[in-house]
Structure formats: structure tokens, C-alpha cells
């Protein structure tokens, strides 16, 4: 009777195993849609009957439902002096099912580095991100979008994957993201898309495992990923790791 059940997911499915993200493009771990979006619902007899049975449609970026349950759902204050928060509560938004701010978002904005995994094979420093403002979105360093319909593991249809360069696509007219129209967007459109990636770039800290590349400790991380069974990393700057609790 008080209760809210939230079904949602970080990502998309993974191209292997069967995953199927049509008819959107790309899969987990790619900027596309195929791996960012996904379904989630929200169901709770405390929902009134004008909520019940509503879509909503703005973006709803994974780090908004923290914000959103806490502060929207259970009207608890969120201590932001001490805390910084980067996602939005967008309760009133759901509850009136008007629009929410689409000024700009950012998906993603990593610093590649060339990681000790055999399957990850990339080049320190090449960048990868992807922001949207309103219907465009641009993704740089992404060039392997394909089709994954749960049948066909290595993709198909895969014309954005020959090329690493910048894409642009209109989520409005092209939600499948089929046609790369970079080259036909007005300039101050694409100004914008790039002054918004450039913004993330210049604020951005380097994450852990670009400090040991930089560091020069890719062969112990290549010697600890290698004595774990592939699947654990440190998360601490110590490359000798022999207590059970400094690994997970």
C-alpha cells in the first residue's frame, strides 16, 4: 500500500548472449542508444489514477533515480554542500509528464587507455563520449554501431562501424540513429554539441586506472587482472594487493 516498484537497467544487452537491443543501434558499453537506453517503469497503487498508464518521454539519465526516489519520492532533503549530486530530480516532471530540461546531456566522456584485457585492445588518450542537446546527440570515438537482434552475436548492418569520425544524429527523425548527418547540420548546432563535449573534457579528473597507465603500473595490473580469473581490479594505489578485502 506504500510501497513503489522500480524496474530499470544500467544498459543495454550485450551483443553476445544473445542480446537484442532492436531496433535501436549498438550495444552495452557504446554510446548508441541500443546500449544507453533502455525500458523502466514505475508502479505503485500511491501513483494517481491520472499517472497510471502515462509514458514518459524525456531523457532520464541512471544517475537521476537517486535524486529523484530521495527527494521526489520521499521528499528527503539531499545535503548538497557536503555531497555533489550529478543527477536531477525529475519527479515533477514524471508526476505532470512535462518536458524536463534537454538544454544538454552528457552520456559519456572517458579518456581510453590501453587496458591489459586482450578484448580491450584501446590507445591511451583516444578520446570516447558522447552529449546530446535537445534532438542531436554527437558521439566521437564510438564507430562501431551495429544491430543486435538477438540472433546474429557479431552484428549486422553495420555501415556506422566503418569509421571512427564524429557522428551526428537527429533522435527526433532518426531515433535508430541510421544516418550520420555531421556533415549537414548547421554550424552553430554542431558549435554548440562540441563546446558541450569540450566542457566535460576540461573539468574531467582522471579515473584510477588512467593514473596506472600514466604511472607506468600496467604490468601489475596485467598481473593482478591475470591472478584473479580476469575479473578483478584494484581499487587502490598499491600495486601489491594480498589482503582479500583490498580486492573485489
Known amino acids: 500500500e506504500n510501497t513503489y516498484l522500480i524496474f530499470a537497467s544500467d544498459n543495454g544487452s550485450s551483443g553476445t548472449g544473445h542480446g537484442c537491443n532492436m531496433p535501436l ?92 584485457y586482450d578484448f580491450y585492445p584501446l590507445d591511451l588518450f ?12 554527437l558521439i566521437i570515438g564510438d564507430g562501431s554501431g551495429c544491430y543486435y537482434d538477438g540472433y546474429h552475436e557479431n552484428g549486422f548492418d553495420c555501415s556506422t562501424a566503418s569509421t571512427m569520425e564524429p557522428l551526428v544524429f537527429n533522435l527526433s527523425s532518426d531515433p535508430y540513429e541510421t544516418t550520420n548527418i555531421y556533415q549537414t547540420v548547421p554550424d552553430t548546432d554542431l ?31 596485467q598481473n593482478l587482472y591475470d591472478s584473479n580469473n580476469g575479473f578483478l581490479k584494484p581499487w587502490i594505489g598499491q600495486c601489491a594487493l594480498t589482503n582479500d578485502d583490498d580486492i573485489h
Not at 583516444?126 to 534532438?135: E, F, Q, T, Y
Open 25 to 116: 543501434n549498438g550495444e552495452k558499453n557504446k554510446n548508441f542508444e541500443g546500449g544507453a537506453r533502455t525500458s523502466a517503469f514505475i508502479h505503485s497503487p500511491l501513483l494517481s489514477e491520472a499517472q497510471q498508464g502515462t509514458v514518459y518521454s524525456p531523457a532520464f539519465h541512471a544517475t537521476d533515480w537517486l535524486p529523484t526516489i530521495v527527494s521526489g519520492l520521499l521528499g528527503l532533503p539531499l545535503d548538497t554542500a557536503d555531497m555533489r549530486f550529478d543527477g536531477l530530480n525529475l519527479w515533477d516532471s514524471i508526476k505532470s509528464t512535462l518536458d524536463a530540461d534537454s538544454s544538454g546531456q552528457l552520456h559519456n566522456a572517458a579518456r581510453r587507455v590501453s587496458m591489459p
Open 191 to 221: 558549435n554548440a554539441l562540441w563546446n558541450e563535449m569540450d566542457k566535460y573534457w576540461k573539468s574531467q579528473q582522471n579515473a584510477p586506472h588512467v593514473l596506472y597507465e600514466l604511472e607506468g603500473e600496467t604490468e601489475c595490473l
Open 126 to 137: 583516444s578520446p570516447k563520449g558522447a552529449v546530446r542537446i535537445n534532438d542531436l546527440k
